[in-house]
């Protein structure tokens, strides 16, 4: 008689357990029904004590939560795409209005049409590098893209790109301090990457500087430190963190002719060279931005 007691009782816990179990599994099979047509995002949960439906439904959770941030990161995407669309049209259109103004102006008014077309070859200028620097993302942000690795000379590289910029450093009334080392400093790079890099940094410096930029560059044991800092008011601390991101463009900071790609694309080239950035901060109305070369080729190269 006991025996048949303890089997009756033994027969009823594993009916428990198995309708928990089915249970389980009919929630997780509509859970996940649900989730599939979109309706519902709600996490799962378990009642039947199985370790097994625990950890299944442990693995449908992070799913879960996968799949919403990747739809939270879609969403941000589509929205700085739509912002990117927008400031694109933007600076191409005004010099491309500026320029059939400026045309109609020219067969109005016969004596101003030397005047006139100044400012049209500028505004085409404009022009030109806004497309020539879409075509640059279009080609370089790509996986496919490799860049030859070779020993340059970087001293020598930054040196030139600093007086390249003399005029727009003079006609801005921008002081320029620049430390440079005497002798040659190689690095592992490629000439035409890290011209684009310079030109990019240096531009952007202008752009946001009030009246002084800092360019250093410090050879060190296994490579060297390449700073550029300028003072600026036109910058906050909210920027910084998204300078480096396609597209971004400090409101303050919007003119004509600016993408929002320069250190987008200095971002891409270091890392085609495996350089890196070190630094990007504002402290005290001063902008820097540090990034380092190597002078050892990387591991890669050899695998």
Request: charged letters at 25%; one cysteine or more.
């Amino acid at each position: 008689m006991i025996y048949m007691v303890f089997i009756g009782i033994v027969a009823i816990l594993i009916f428990i357990r198995l309708s928990l179990f089915f249970r389980d599994i009919r929630n997780i099979t509509n859970s996940i029904e649900e989730l599939n047509k979109g309706k519902s995002r709600k996490r799962l949960t378990t009642s039947s004590g199985n370790k097994h439906i625990e950890a299944l439904c442990e693995s449908i959770n992070k799913s879960i939560a996968t799949q919403e941030q990747y739809q939270a990161n879609m969403k941000n995407h589509e929205q700085r795409l739509r912002n990117s669309i927008a400031n694109t049209s933007h600076d191409l259109r005004t010099p491309l209005t500026s320029i059939l103004g400026y045309i109609s102006m020219i067969r109005t008014d016969h004596e101003k049409a030397h005047h006139y077309l100044n400012i049209i070859e500028g505004r085409a200028n404009a022009l030109h590098y806004l497309i020539e620097e879409f075509y640059e993302l279009s080609v370089i942000d790509d996986d496919s893209y490799n860049i030859t690795l070779e020993r340059v000379n970087v001293s020598a590289i930054a040196t030139n790109c600093i007086l390249g910029y003399y005029e727009p450093l003079e006609s801005k009334k921008i002081k320029i301090d620049v430390d440079l080392p005497d002798k040659a400093v190689f690095v592992i790079g490629n000439t035409l990457a890290l011209e684009r890099i310079f030109q990019n940094l240096i531009q952007n410096s202008i752009k946001f500087a009030f009246d002084s930029i800092h360019i250093k560059l410090e050879e060190q044991e296994d490579g060297c430190v390449f700073t550029i800092s300028n003072n600026t008011k036109a910058l906050t601390s909210a920027d910084i963190t998204h300078l480096f991101d396609r597209f971004y463009t400090a409101d303050k900071s919007r003119s004509e002719g600016n993408t929002g790609l320069g250190l987008y694309i200095v971002k891409i080239l270091l890392e085609k060279i495996h350089g890196t950035i070190i630094e990007a901060s504002l402290q005290k109305e001063w902008f820097t931005i540090k990034i380092a070369f190597s002078k050892e080729y990387p591991l890669s190269v050899f695998n």
